[in-house]
């Protein structure tokens, strides 16, 4: 998995842009569409993050950064979104993605190498723990451990916003997924799909008032609070 989306980083808005082995053109549309929903839907949260100076935000697992600047954007005074990601070469990326967007993103991001199953940060340090396509690869013997490290670096009252694949018709529930790249090596990845009423049972495991939903077909979006 480090391996893989090590290699991946520069490719990895492919999938966004629907590039190369990624282009569909029967549903290229619809999933622009979806893709601009997940946007809103990160602009809503992080919009909330100027309640008071001094928010934080947590982009777990962030990749190439695509959700980080909705929630830098409305940081004030000392607040910061902490980058967070296993892979330097994806830090790498978010970093230029916030040059390329507004520098001054920059001054609100701080960035962080590290396991997501076991965080650097000082208990309830987080307003907003967001993390995108990343449940969908933790395997069902470590979500609750990893739930409760979020929850641990949760502020009482904080929130979790969770974007992932969502299971539809014609896709496995969970797969080891073959995945090429282009430079020509083969990397097998664990892949869960989860319906939206399967996201929310779990959620409700570790957080209460859960919520979860699709959007038309592609994503699904989790929200909860500690
Ligand atoms: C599917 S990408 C998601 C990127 C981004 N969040 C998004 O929504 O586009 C998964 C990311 O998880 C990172 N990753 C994989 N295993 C990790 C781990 N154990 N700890 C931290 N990051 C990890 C990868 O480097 C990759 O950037």
Same mark, same amino acid.
Not at 18 to 26: K, L, M
Not at 39 to 66: I, S, V
């Given at each position: 998995?480090?391996?893989?989306?090590?290699?991946?980083?520069?490719?990895?808005?492919?999938?966004?842009?629907?590039?190369?082995?990624?282009?569909?053109?029967?549903?290229?549309?619809?999933?622009?569409?979806?893709?601009?929903?997940?946007?809103?839907?990160?602009?809503?949260?992080?919009?909330?993050?100027?309640?008071?100076?001094?928010?934080?935000?947590?982009?777990?697992?962030?990749?190439?950064?695509?959700?980080?600047?909705?929630?830098?954007?409305?940081?004030?005074?000392?607040?910061? =979104?902490?980058?967070?990601? @296993?892979? #330097?070469?994806? &830090?790498?990326?978010?970093?230029?993605?916030?040059?390329? !967007?507004?520098? /001054?993103?920059?001054?609100?991001?701080?960035?962080?190498?590290?396991?997501?199953?076991?965080?650097?940060?000082?208990?309830?340090?987080?307003?907003?723990?967001?993390?995108?396509?990343?449940?969908?690869?933790?395997?069902?013997?470590?979500?609750?451990?990893?739930?409760?490290?979020?929850?641990?670096?949760?502020?009482?009252?904080?929130?979790?916003?969770?974007?992932?694949?969502?299971?539809?018709?014609?896709?496995?529930?969970?797969?080891?997924?073959?995945?090429?790249?282009?430079?020509?090596?083969?990397?097998? =990845?664990?892949?869960?799909? @989860?319906? #939206?009423?399967? &996201?929310?049972?779990?959620?409700?495991?570790?957080?209460? !008032?859960?919520? /979860?939903?699709?959007?038309?077909?592609?994503?699904?979006?989790?929200?909860?609070?500690?």
């Amino acid at each position: 998995m480090h391996e893989y989306y090590e290699q991946r980083a520069e490719e990895y808005d492919d999938w966004y842009n629907r590039v190369g082995r990624y282009n569909d053109p029967r549903t290229n549309a619809a999933w622009h569409a979806q893709v601009a929903e997940l946007g809103r839907e990160a602009a809503r949260f992080g919009g909330m993050l100027n309640r008071y100076a001094g928010m934080r935000a947590l982009d777990l697992c962030c990749g190439t950064g695509k959700w980080t600047p909705f929630f830098a954007r409305s940081l004030t005074g000392s607040g910061r =979104v902490v980058a967070y990601d @296993y892979s #330097p070469s994806m &830090l790498g990326q978010t970093r230029l993605r916030l040059e390329e !967007e507004d520098p /001054a993103l920059l001054e609100k991001t701080l960035f962080a190498r590290g396991d997501a199953y076991y965080l650097p940060f000082a208990s309830q340090t987080f307003d907003l723990v967001f993390f995108g396509f990343w449940l969908s690869h933790v395997p069902h013997e470590r979500v609750a451990a990893f739930f409760e490290e979020i929850k641990r670096v949760l502020k009482p009252g904080g929130n979790i916003l969770i974007f992932d694949s969502a299971y539809r018709p014609g896709i496995p529930h969970e797969e080891i997924s073959r995945r090429p790249l282009n430079n020509g090596t083969i990397h097998d =990845v664990l892949k869960i799909n @989860y319906t #939206p009423a399967e &996201l929310e049972k779990l959620l409700k495991q570790t957080f209460s !008032e859960s919520q /979860a939903r699709q959007t038309f077909d592609f994503f699904l979006i989790g929200q909860a609070s500690r």
